[in-house]
């Protein structure tokens, strides 16, 4: 377990421009010493910005990418069309320019699975159906992770967005004990999602928190009262972002405004 540290910036734009540099440091660091990265994403408005400093940036010509693998915290369960998936956003704002320059093998890239059924069967599924259809996809991507990184599988870096309920990956506030304690699960199906869309896959609390280094990040006043909320104490179910930590680092990265309450 590691101290929480916050580190405020003057502008989101700065938030944004910081964290890029963070993450490709952090990518070249880690390859220096070892023989390959393993970072998890998100998705969101925050974190899209981020991605396309992180494409923008000087350094990202510095990083040996064929050694990154690309992994999600959380992901909206959606067919691989639909524009709301986070994979698809960070492909778009980010790094499907390294795999067509032939720099990043689209094999590193560990997508959450997609909804493989047809818009015609999700309108006519029930819950049960949902229910069902969202465990086989979490315990696919439970597979694949277990497949590439051991029994208890341990992320160089993950990174989080914040929402203004508290949430973060797709942990919602009072929504589901297994999310937040099961250790035993590292990716569990979120049915009923308070933020659109309803249906997503999620890491586990347990699995986030044998992450090497957990970054979270928020911009704008609209999340002030949820940095609050989260920093005021640790492992408040209301506030799931509480409960984020790495084993070496977490680092809470906001702007000026999100900082308003601290
Ligand atoms: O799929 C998602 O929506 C996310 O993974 C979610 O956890 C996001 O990171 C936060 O809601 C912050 O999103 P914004 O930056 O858009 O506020």
Known sequence: MSQRQVITYPSADL???????????????????????????????????????????????????????????????????????????????????????????ESNVHEMPVDPRTPEQVAGASDQDNEKALTAAAQEYEHELIHELGEHPSFDAAVFGVGPDGHFASLFPDHGEAEIDNPDISVVGVNHSPKPPAMRLSLTV?????????????????????????????????????????????????????????
Not at 26 to 44: K, S
Not at 66 to 93: I, P, T
Not at 230 to 245: C, D, K, Q, T, Y
């Open 15 to 105: 938030l944004s421009q910081a964290t890029a540099a963070r993450i490709l440091l952090e990518l070249g660091d880690r390859l220096a010493q070892q023989p390959r990265v393993d970072i998890a994403l998100t998705g969101g408005r925050d974190a899209n910005d981020i991605y396309e400093c992180v494409k923008n940036s000087p350094l990202a010509q510095s990083v040996d990418w064929k050694r990154v693998h690309l992994w999600w915290s959380d992901e909206r369960f959606v067919s691989f069309e639909d524009s709301d998936r986070n994979a698809g956003q960070a492909r778009r704002a980010w790094f499907g320019g390294l795999i067509d320059q032939g720099l990043l093998p």
């Open 206 to 262: 347990p699995c986030i928190r044998n992450a090497h280094k957990v970054w979270l990040f928020a911009s704008t006043p609209e999340k002030a009262n949820a940095v609050h909320r989260a920093l005021a104490g640790r492992n408040n179910p209301h506030v799931p972002s509480s409960f984020a930590e790495g084993r070496e680092e977490t680092l809470w990265l906001i702007d000026r405004d999100a900082a308003a309450l601290l």
